[in-house]
């Protein structure tokens, strides 16, 4: 198994920018595909972007497209989301995921997550 931790969170005010981190331990990291979530209170987690094995591959939800980016190095088992003009609706506790590409959008059982990271967008 593979084992995440996120950094990189913290309060910034809207039109700001964040850099989330998430690093990897145990199995080979570029065995897995790559996805951050994000939870927001009293809301359902929900998916923001995924990365493939080798990076070549993203895929966005559209509220982020444009905004955030997600990019991997695999030679230090490090995944990060680069998060441009930050807006107070993207307050949310952010995760990221190890898993399949094919579903890792939709969170399946099988999938690992890190323990998360608090972005708070001020207005």
């Known amino acids: 198994q593979v084992q995440l931790v996120e950094s990189g969170g913290g309060l910034v005010q809207a039109g700001g920018s964040l850099r989330l981190s998430c690093a990897a331990s145990?199995?080979?990291?570029?065995?897995?595909?790559m996805g951050w979530f994000r939870q927001a209170p009293g809301k359902e987690r929900e998916f923001l972007a995924k990365?493939?094995?080798?990076?070549?591959?993203?895929y966005y939800v559209d509220s982020v497209k444009g905004r955030f980016t997600i990019s991997r190095d695999n030679a230090k088992n490090t995944l990060s989301l680069q998060m441009n003009s930050l807006k107070p609706e993207d307050t949310a506790v952010y995760y990221c995921?190890?898993?399949?590409?094919?579903?890792?959008?939709?969170?399946?059982?099988?999938?690992?997550w890190g323990q998360g990271t608090q972005v708070t967008v001020s207005s």
């Open positions: 995921a190890a898993g399949s590409y094919g579903d890792i959008d939709k969170a399946p059982n099988n999938i690992y």
């Open positions: 145990g199995r080979t990291f570029s065995s897995y595909a």
């Open positions: 990365i493939s094995l080798s990076g070549a591959f993203t």
